[in-house]
């Protein structure tokens, strides 16, 4: 050991650090109780709970990011701005509710012009079949598409309103026919279809319905619809000529209907309203109708047997 050596009191084999860079050559001076400085891209591991190491990790990580020599880490997005919803004005609904009545009452218009109407059955013309108080939906559109069919029941115009109306009176109609209650402007009937067009109907005294077709073919319709025949009650009538473009119509209560037999007459096409398809009123007699299907070949092929067995029967006789 020299004498500047033991003057300065420093070891004699210290390395030699000039040429070192002078952030390197402090770093190795530093005294071995001193923890080593840390380079400023790299996070300080230990003291992460005190106060002082989150608030020295928080700006060396502000640093870090800032110095991130490839872009990988990057600043967390900004919050999404929350929307703010208007309050809705008070009264709105008030405002709005003239125009959905008006918007409703044009639906119930279009549907009841056009499609589908409810009538209401006043009287006991078609018992059993219908009674007094009950509902009914019409299809108004089926018969725009073809003819009406012998079973089916129509309701029909069987008095027209000749008189003027004022507007309030026409929705008055509107409003209470589209419910199903009865208009005193105009009187519909329901009936049900049993003579068509150029057909021969013939009625017997006992209520026995004969029908000679255009084709000249005569049977007689089964009708399990019907209600039960008084034998005091002749109902014979005919027979009689269907005119074109119109129908012969009767109630399933033959001995208590007004009909084609009486004033009433045939019903022309351009008079029929639609057909009625399901009862909706009341709710326990809630039911489809359905067509009868009359089996018009069996009925032929019995009459003319039945013709056959008399003449014969009228031979032996005379013989």
Do not use: C
Not at 27 to 52: H, K, L, M, S, Y
Not at 103 to 127: C, D, H, N, R
Not at 282 to 309: I, K, N
């Amino acid at each position: 050991m020299t004498e500047h050596d033991q003057r300065s009191g420093e070891p004699e084999d210290r390395p030699d650090t000039s040429h070192e860079p002078a952030g390197e050559a402090d770093a190795f001076r530093q005294p071995p109780d001193v923890a080593p400085a840390r380079p400023p891209t790299a996070r300080w591991i230990g003291n992460e709970g005190g106060a002082e190491g989150s608030a020295d990790e928080s700006a060396e990580a502000s640093v870090t990011t800032a110095r991130a020599p490839f872009g990988d880490i990057t600043p967390p997005e900004a919050p999404e701005q929350t929307k703010t919803l208007k309050p809705k004005k008070k009264g709105s609904f008030l405002r709005e509710l003239p125009i959905l009545i008006l918007i409703a009452f044009g639906l119930a218009m279009l549907i009841k012009t056009f499609f589908i109407q409810a009538f209401y059955i006043p009287s006991e013309s078609m018992v059993p079949t219908l009674i007094t108080h009950d509902r009914v939906l019409v299809n108004k559109i089926v018969y725009r598409i073809r003819d009406p069919r012998r079973g089916e029941i129509i309701v029909f115009v069987g008095e027209r309103d000749e008189r003027a109306r004022s507007f309030l009176e026409r929705v008055r109609d509107v409003i209470t026919e589209g419910l199903g209650a009865p208009s005193d402007a105009q009187r519909d009937f329901i009936k049900r279809v049993i003579g068509l067009p150029g057909e021969t109907v013939e009625l017997t005294e006992q209520g026995g319905v004969f029908i000679t077709t255009t084709e000249g073919e005569r049977f007689q319709l089964r009708e399990p619809y019907l209600a039960e025949h008084d034998p005091q009650e002749d109902s014979s009538f005919g027979p009689f000529t269907v005119p074109p473009e119109s129908f012969f119509v009767m109630g399933d209560n033959r001995d208590n209907s007004a009909d084609s037999r009486t004033v009433l007459g045939t019903i022309a096409k351009r008079d029929i309203v639609g057909k009625a398809f399901v009862r909706i009123w009341p709710v326990s007699r809630f039911s489809f109708f359905r067509t009868p299907s009359y089996d018009t070949t069996t009925a032929a092929v019995g009459m003319a047997a039945f013709a056959l067995a008399g003449a014969a029967l009228i031979r032996r006789r005379r013989t």
